[in-house]
């Protein structure tokens, strides 16, 4: 009952945004576009603990930077401005709130002209960049630099990139493509008992499936300056940038060989923002046929690496020679949010008692800090649910127009085939979806919800797929309002 009347509330509350929305239509109309953007090194100066498995890693070395990359958007009628949009892709497992927030103050008190709500983060998901927030790992004191302290050399070099990227705005045009490249695998095993399991091996005399579908559209947007030379482009790819996801070293993983492979061809000061699409159940790791894949791959003279970002820029090419036919210089720059809230997934007594054991278990080594707080959130969440204090998640949601295209945003490792419903229901000619603009958890399918496993369970799941649903209705509505003339 409470869940229905959450949704009731829900459909009042986006009611109102979309005529909100509506009501904005002196600014639904083509402006001219200025352009800045600017690239800044987040790579930490010291040893530090890496983001994104259960267990403490240092990075004492860097296999290759990782980077935060600004790209500035502001439409004018004269002197008028009609709107604008700053968005920062970073090399980074998550965006905590804590991280956003800084980010915005400072920008709030040191750069005029700039709304500093719509600023927005996200991270491409790979596992080998720093830690930022504190308390999930047990980490060195000595020697490591603190999860605290990176964030705040992080918050400081945004700043100062988006400080930068907002300077150097001029005159420019835009362009939009589409490709295809095969990057992810959808990576949950399905059995023959209905159960599933997170890139569980597929040649178990029960293995029945792949649990869900894969988005192989690879979305780019081109941005030129006024004389028409190349200064940067987004590339937005279903899937997280964690091939090397286990390593123990500073890694920026298959994007930055896509960064250095389209400089070297289109110019070294090229802008290359990597924004990671519903992918909550994908990645690049090979699920089956590995055996003739690697074949084919050592016989290129490829590595993993190197084999999925030349995939990447092979299709980025075949939207670039589409997209540069039609540059855009006076175009629709809309931005509108809010923040939503969504229902969150429900405990039920037997996996709040399970969690409470694992976390007994797992307390009695220190080693098992992350774990013991993955558990011990379900049973605190089940202790707020049977006291009825639990409250819907909030969300910051983004929705932009620039020109025939759609940008929307969400905090979470949402389903992918959220995303493709978001995507097929969208006015938009094509939508660009960018997850982990914030810290959520993993958002799943009812289907993957009954198949359990790692990334659909009550640990992986702060909202689950209800939840799931609300969010897709959230975006659609938002993302249609901005195409009123439909």
Known sequence: MRGSRTLDILAVILSTAVLWAFDSADKVRASELHVGGAMVSITPERPVALAGQMHTRIARNVESPVTATVLALEAKDGEKVVDQAVLVSCDLVAIEDSVRDRVRQQIAASIQGLDPRKVVLSATHTHTAPVTKEGDYDIPKEDVEQPAEYAEFLAGRITEAVAKAWEARKPGRVGWGLGHAVVA??????????????????????FRGIEGSEDQGVEVLFFWDAAGTLIATAINVACPSQEVESGSAINADFWHDVREMLRERHGKDLLVLAWTGAAGDQSPHLMYRKRAEERMRTLRGLTR????????????????????????????????????????????????????????????????????????????????QQAGTSE???????????????????????????????????????????????????????????????????????????????????????????????
Do not use: C
């Open 185 to 206: 695998q959808n990576r949950r095993s399905v059995y023959a008992d209905g159960r599933a399991q997170m890139y569980g091996p597929t040649d178990r005399p029960d």
């Open 305 to 384: 690496l190197q084999e999925l970002s030349k995939r990447i820029v092979t299709a980025w090419e075949e939207a670039y020679e589409g997209g540069k036919k039609e540059p855009h210089t006076d175009v629709i720059l809309t931005h509108k949010f809010a923040t939503i809230e969504l229902p969150v997934r429900t405990i039920t007594k037997a996996e709040a008692a399970e969690a409470k054991s694992k976390v007994d278990t797992y307390s009695k080594d220190p080693r098992n800090r992350r774990l013991v707080l993955w558990h011990g959130d379900v049973v605190k969440r089940f202790e707020r």
């Open 392 to 486: 819907p998640f909030a969300m910051e949601l983004h929705a932009i127009r620039l020109g025939d295209v759609a940008i929307a945003t969400n905090v979470f490792e949402l389903f992918t085939e959220f995303g493709i419903e978001i995507k097929a229901r969208s006015r938009a000619l094509q939508t660009f979806i960018i997850q982990l603009a914030g810290s959520g958890s993993y958002v799943p399918t009812a289907r993957a919800a009954r198949g359990g496993g790692y990334s659909a369970i009550a640990e992986s799941n702060v909202v689950g797929p209800e939840g799931g649903q609300v969010l897709a209705d959230w975006t659609v509505e938002l993302i249609n309002s901005l195409w009123p003339e439909k």
